[in-house]
C-alpha cells in the first residue's frame, strides 16, 4: 500500500531578493492519502489549494517553510521535481504549458522512459499509446503535433490524463482537471481517472471548485480547504452540502 502523508505543511512563495516580504500561503496541512483513495479538495479561489499542488510536485515558485510530505516514509521534499516523478507523484496541470518543437510522442516516449528508469519497446510502446488514445478519444493526429501547441482546453486536459494512464504514478494530484471542459470532455477525462484508479489501484487528490467532476468521480473524503488549511472533511455527501451552500460558513469561521 501507498500512503502520502502531509502532516503540518506551511508554504509561501519564494522570496526573489533578501527584502522581500511574504506570508504564507499554507498555514498547517494535515493530509493522508492511500492506494485505492480518492480524496476531493473543495474551496474558493484563493485559498491556497493550487498552491498545495505544486508544493507537493516541487515547484521552485513555493518555499517550505515548515511541516513534512512524505511518501511511503521518505522525505518528498528532499526530492529533485525529476525525483517525485521517479517516486510515483504526478501532477495534472490546471493550466498545461505549451513546448513548442517538442513533439507529444517524443514527450510521451521520453517521461516514460524516465519514469521507467529505461525507454518502453517502440513496437510495445506504440500500441500503448494508441490504446491509451483510444479510450480518451484522442485523435492520433495528436501524436505528432507539439505539446499542447493549438490544443483546446479540452485536449489539453486529455493529454494531462493520457500522460496518467501511461505512466501510472502511484499517487496522482489532479488540479481542476475539470476547469474549461464541456460535458462530452468531462465524461471522457473522469473516466480516464476512474480506470486508472481500477486498473492501478492509485491515490487521487481532486482539487475542484464545482462537484459536477465529482458526479463521475466519487471521492471517498472531501475536504473543505479555507485559508491554507483544511477547515472540515467528511463523505461525498459534504461535497452536496457546499453545493447547496457555498462556504460561507467556514470563511465566517476563518475570520472570526
Do not use: C
Not at 516541487?58 to 522525505?75: F, N, Q, R, S
Not at 482546453?153 to 496522482?172: C, F, S, T, V, Y
Not at 472531501?222 to 483544511?230: A, L, N, P, S, T
Amino acid at each position: 500500500m501507498t500512503i502520502l502523508e502531509i502532516k503540518g505543511l506551511t508554504a509561501r512563495v519564494a522570496a526573489t531578493d533578501a527584502s522581500a516580504e511574504t506570508v504564507d500561503i499554507l498555514k498547517g496541512v494535515d493530509l493522508t492519502i492511500e492506494s485505492g483513495q480518492t480524496h476531493a479538495i473543495m474551496g474558493p479561489n484563493g485559498s491556497g489549494k493550487s498552491t498545495l499542488a505544486y508544493v507537493i510536485a516541487g515547484h521552485p515558485k513555493y518555499e517550505v517553510t515548515g511541516g513534512t510530505v512524505t511518501l511511503d516514509g521518505e522525505d518528498v521534499l528532499s526530492m529533485e521535481v525529476d525525483e517525485r516523478a521517479r517516486a510515483g507523484l504526478f501532477l495534472a496541470m490546471q493550466y498545461p504549458t505549451e513546448i513548442p518543437g517538442v513533439s507529444t510522442a517524443n514527450f510521451l516516449r521520453t517521461a516514460a522512459t524516465a519514469v521507467r528508469g529505461e525507454a518502453p519497446k517502440l513496437r510495445h510502446w506504440v500500441k500503448e499509446v494508441k490504446e491509451a488514445m483510444a479510450d480518451l478519444d484522442f485523435d492520433p493526429a495528436f501524436s505528432e503535433r507539439s505539446v499542447n501547441e493549438g490544443f483546446s482546453g479540452g485536449e489539453k486536459k486529455r493529454h494531462e490524463i493520457l500522460q496518467l494512464d501511461l505512466l501510472k504514478p502511484r499517487i496522482a494530484v489532479l488540479d481542476e482537471t475539470d476547469s474549461g471542459l464541456d460535458v462530452d470532455a468531462l465524461r471522457v477525462v473522469s473516466e480516464g481517472v476512474n480506470r486508472y484508479k481500477a486498473e492501478e489501484n492509485g491515490g487521487i487528490l481532486l482539487i475542484t471548485h464545482y462537484t459536477r467532476i465529482l458526479r463521475y468521480i466519487t471521492p471517498d473524503r472531501v475536504h473543505v480547504f479555507v485559508d491554507g488549511r483544511i477547515a472540515a472533511s467528511g463523505g461525498a455527501e459534504l461535497a452536496d452540502e457546499l453545493e447547496a451552500h457555498g462556504y460561507e460558513k467556514y470563511l465566517e469561521h476563518t475570520n472570526a
